[in-house]
């Protein structure tokens, strides 16, 4: 059972950056699948932030494609969301899942809050 | 972008009744729709992907069809876990969610 888990800062300045990492366990981060981001604001819907295969291939959303960096660490079985000078705006929970092969996510894992505040 | 409408916004329901959500696709986006259930505090779980197939534990009494631009969810007896917010999202090109569907109970 693949299992996945967010970890990084809750609190995150106005104008820095939020880094979260993604654990994966029960199965391996180098198989065929897309690692992808996905935040919501709040009371609000789901927003796609962006993916990555473990070659390194990335794709992002084009809105935030200015200010975000997806990593993958295979020797760690993980991967990483940077998003930079963020603001208020950026405040959501911040889920980490598996693309599948439409990129449908079958695995989530269960959400990081990050608030922007200073 | 493409951007994806879900209809209605909300919707109240009895235990027992079929239940249909519409998507709608500002383009074209063949079968690459796929919906989620969300419940207050939890992450999104896959219901239907590709538009029409179930993953492996999503109970039979979901269903989804549609292909192109406009999309349906159905729920054929709705049972007290389903009461959720539900999501459609495309997968063709960058992907993109609709803004939820909230199904609450009559």
């Known amino acids: 059972q693949v299992q996945l888990q967010e970890s990084g800062p809750g609190l995150v300045k106005p104008s820095g950056t939020l880094s979260l990492t993604c654990a994966v366990s029960?199965?391996?981060?180098?198989?065929?699948?897309?690692w992808t981001w996905v935040r919501q604001p709040p009371g609000k819907g789901l927003e796609w932030i962006g993916e990555i295969y473990h070659t390194g291939s990335t794709n992002y959303n084009p809105s935030l494609k200015s200010r975000v960096t997806i990593s993958v660490d295979k020797s760690r079985n993980q991967f990483s969301l940077k998003l930079n000078s963020v603001t208020a705006a950026d405040t959501a929970v911040y889920f980490c899942?598996?693309?599948?092969?439409?990129?449908?996510?079958?695995?989530w894992g269960q959400g990081t809050l990050v608030t922007v505040s200073s | 972008d493409v951007l994806m409408t879900q209809s209605p916004s909300s919707l109240s329901a009895s235990v027992g009744d079929r239940v249909t959500i519409t998507c709608r696709a500002s383009q074209s986006i063949s079968s690459y729709l796929n919906w989620y259930q969300q419940k207050p505090g939890k992450a999104p779980k896959l219901l239907i992907y590709?538009?029409?197939s179930l993953p492996s534990g999503v109970p039979s009494r979901f269903s989804g069809s549609g292909s192109g631009t406009d999309f349906t969810l159905t729920i054929s007896s709705l049972q007290p876990e389903d009461f959720a917010t539900y999501y459609c999202q495309q997968s063709y090109s960058s992907p993109t969610f609709g803004q939820g569907t909230r199904l609450e109970i009559k």
């Open positions: 899942a598996r693309g599948a092969g439409v990129r449908q996510s079958d695995y």
């Open positions: 590709a538009a029409s």
């Open positions: 029960g199965g391996s981060i180098s198989s065929s699948y897309w």
